[in-house]
């Protein structure tokens, strides 16, 4: 390959890579079932908040699923290997709701080598590990109070 083929090549990479962590690549390679745009917009904005790393797995293992119940991590039979279901109120500011899929995105990640991943063991150490990822990615914390929260111990 010549000088000018290699270049050619450098730039489409650094193109296609550029696209890959843009909202529009992001939006593409993840699935997402929500009832709106702005819930998908959401999801996309954290995705691409989050380490690359953690990213690139959850856009491969993930689906993100937004209902009017409750958020979790769950084991699925889709190709994927868990469905994160989020729960994202009408009444919830734009900064809670990134947290809360934020937090749901740590749990996968924390639980990722778990042989059935969605399983783990819940309680209060498993919130507030998921917290403190999802704090040290730039957002807030899901809970005040880890007493409130059943089994285990912080």
Known sequence: MNDEDEAMVKEHIRKYEEWEDSAEGIYSETNIVAGAVDEERLIVQVLQRIPREVRKAAMENVAFVVVANCSYVQPTPTRHAVMIVLLLGLHE??????????????????????????????????????DDLCESWGFGRSYNNYDLIPGGET
């Open 93 to 130: 500011t734009i900064g809670v709701k990134l947290t809360t899929i934020a937090h749901e995105i740590a749990h996968y990640w924390l639980d990722r080598d778990n042989e059935f991943p969605g399983t783990g063991a819940g309680g209060k150490k498993a919130e507030k590990a998921a």
